[in-house]
């Protein structure tokens, strides 16, 4: 069974993060708190506006940031392919580069969720894959 948990609750971690330009491209990007711990090339879930999705952080000179929230793993490591739905969710919310929004750590290394500052968000808290589990499947993913 999983649990409810509130952005305004202890459970949750809320942080200040940056909306900017991915790289040459006009494509709004997540640049992410200095203080999130995440190493680059790991998968995340992530929530924008209800819908959890699936994100890969990356990393360049300026720390970590995520390009693009999918919705399969699959899609999240490719990048290619699939619908960016971090991009339709920047501009479903008339937000804009440059400016901030919430970063919320569920659980941290696996959950978050991006929300407008101010808007209160409910996160459905669903148990992390056992390590090995995970890495099995990952490998069955490169094949």
Known sequence: M???VASDGEAVATYRARLARSGGTRRPCLRLPDDIDIEAGTIVRLVLDGTEYHARVESD????LIRGAYDNRRLARSDD???NRLVEWVRDTDRETGQSVDFDEVTPGYLYGVRVPGKR???TVTRQPDSSLSSIAEGLDEN
């Open 121 to 123: 968000a409910v996160y």
């Open 61 to 64: 000179a300026q720390g970590a």
């Open 81 to 83: 392919e699939g619908t």
């Open 2 to 4: 999983s649990d409810r």
